[in-house]
């Protein structure tokens, strides 16, 4: 079962910038994310679709982070690019962080 929970969870944050594999829109993470600090539910939301998005790319060899890489930077990192870019707000929001940890924690080839 697990291998067919990372497959999907690995081609859904792998995908195109129009294919929809959740009912998250990326304005509505930015406008929770950016809110998150007024209400735990919203914080754990935006935390919890931001780590998973991170986590899954990093167990799939799709981005290399530092080992030093906190909680903290990786949240401030992610909630500046959905506030400063708008304009990606129709893209779906795993492709938004996966393109944006992809730049910032390229792999080594």
């Known amino acids: 079962m697990l291998p067919a929970i990372l497959f999907f969870a690995t081609s859904a944050v792998s ?31 935006c935390t919890g679709y931001v780590l998973a998005t991170y986590d899954t790319l ?15 930077q990786v949240m401030a990192l992610a909630r500046r690019r959905l506030a400063d870019h708008p304009e990606d707000w129709d893209k779906q929001p795993s492709y938004v962080l996966s393109a944006t940890f992809k730049k910032v924690f390229p792999c080594k080839r």
């Not at 990093?58 to 903290?72: L, Q, R, V, W």
């Open 15 to 45: 995908s195109s910038p129009g294919f929809w594999a959740s009912t998250a829109s990326t304005e509505m993470l930015a406008t929770i994310c950016a809110e998150a600090h007024d209400e735990a539910r919203r914080a754990d939301f």
């Open 58 to 72: 990093a167990i799939n060899g799709f981005i290399c982070p530092n080992p030093n890489s906190s909680t903290d």
